[in-house]
């Protein structure tokens, strides 16, 4: 059974950092392509940011320079390093491993990050 679970979430002030994490069981992130979405209220879920299992990132244009996702093949474990956010980053925050199957296609329960300004 594959389980992704999110942390690290919280409330904070423009221009502070948070660090998300995605403990995974049931697969390796190493040997998968893993993702950070993020969905506002009343918003669409988006993209924010991938890493292959080569380890090629990507990010989503708004979050470019201020946003690092890595991975710790060791805790199994994938992460979103947040800095200068910004009150527009404000939303729940999902890890997903992804699959063109959509019974392979794994998605955490969600972190809320709260951006005040």
């Known amino acids: 059974q594959v389980q992704l679970v999110e942390s690290g979430g919280g409330l904070v002030q423009a221009g502070g950092s948070l660090r998300l994490s995605c403990a995974a069981s049931?697969?390796?992130?190493?040997?998968?392509?893993m993702n950070w979405y993020r969905q506002a209220p009343g918003k669409q879920r988006e993209l924010v940011s991938s890493?292959?299992?080569?380890?090629?990132?990507n990010y989503e244009d708004s979050v470019k320079g201020r946003f690092t996702i890595s991975r710790d093949n060791a805790k199994n474990t994938v992460y979103l390093q947040m800095n200068s956010l910004k009150p527009e980053d404000t939303a729940v925050y999902y890890c997903?491993?992804?699959?063109?199957?959509?019974?392979?296609?794994?998605w955490g329960q969600g972190t809320q990050v709260t951006v005040s300004s």
């Open positions: 890493i292959t299992s080569g380890g090629t990132t």
């Open positions: 049931g697969i390796i992130v190493s040997g998968n392509a």
């Open positions: 997903n491993r992804p699959s063109r199957n959509a019974l392979y296609n794994y």
